[in-house]
């Protein structure tokens, strides 16, 4: 893929301030795409701004409907129309499944499965009529196998990757392509807070949580943000065109 590649794109990237979405933004941004990060806490989306100048930033929560069509429409308004999706906004907490409460289920589903959708709700009727679009969700493993003790993330990101392959097939035929890009873990923020977390549970240090999650990797290693980055690039571009309704796992082996 070549720099100029997403040149006259414009991408949105939720969840851009941090960890794989601001990897994703940055790429995207040298791909030659004008990108949109959007997030609920402004300093970190404008730290990603800084260093780059084809970013710009809208504080919004992907929970809301409302502000997430808003940002479409602003985009429509300024006629820099989104083109490329990418719902990536995402959170985790652990608990054994019998002491995970009401609330924290509401809110695990309604950031990383309710939030993606009002992402691309907004973005489908509108890339049909151009008769282009890319979407790409940015689920996890857990939405390939079961993980203990995050039964609401599990929930969600499976289902994540059913609204994907649901949404696939109604736009197959009008030029969009819809994907989701399953990082396992991954070398960012969420990743130091559950090794904190795992720690804390368990009495292991840090450093011993983290060796274990280093060692059910089947290359013995983490994955890199840049990494996930690199397969959207590719998702997004002309070349995987033929690319749509695929659960892309990025994990070194750990699922397929």
């Not at 274990?212 to 997004?236: H, K, Y």
Request: net charge positive; glycine share 10%.
């Amino acid at each position: 893929m070549t720099v100029a590649s997403l040149a006259g794109r414009h991408a949105l990237v939720t969840g851009g301030g941090t960890g794989i979405g601001a990897a994703i933004a940055t790429a995207l941004a040298k791909a030659g795409a004008a990108v949109t990060i959007c997030g609920r806490r402004r300093q970190p989306l404008d730290d990603v701004v800084a260093g780059n100048p084809g970013i710009r930033a809208v504080a919004a929560d992907v929970t809301d409907e409302a502000a997430m069509t808003k940002l479409h429409d602003r985009a429509d308004a300024d006629r820099q129309p989104i083109d490329i999706v990418v719902a990536n906004a995402g959170m985790v907490e652990s608990a054994p499944a019998h002491k995970t409460s009401l609330d924290l289920w509401n809110r695990t589903l309604a950031v990383n499965l309710t939030g993606a959708f009002l992402t691309v709700k907004p973005a489908l009727a509108r890339m049909q009529a151009r008769g282009w679009g890319r979407v790409v969700f940015i689920a996890s493993t857990a939405g390939l196998r079961g993980y203990p003790y995050v039964a609401p993330y599990v929930a969600a990101k499976h289902g994540l990757v059913g609204l994907m392959r649901a949404l696939a097939l109604e736009t197959a035929a009008a030029g969009i392509t819809v994907n989701a890009v399953c990082p396992g873990y991954t070398e960012t923020p969420i990743l130091t807070a559950s090794v904190r977390r795992i720690a804390g549970t368990t009495g292991r240090s840090e450093a011993e949580a983290r060796a274990a999650l280093v060692a059910a990797n089947p290359q013995g290693r983490l994955i890199q943000p840049s990494e996930v980055a690199d397969a959207v690039l590719w998702l997004c571009g002309d070349a995987a065109a033929p690319i749509t309704g695929q659960a892309i796992s990025v994990s070194g082996g750990e699922t397929w």
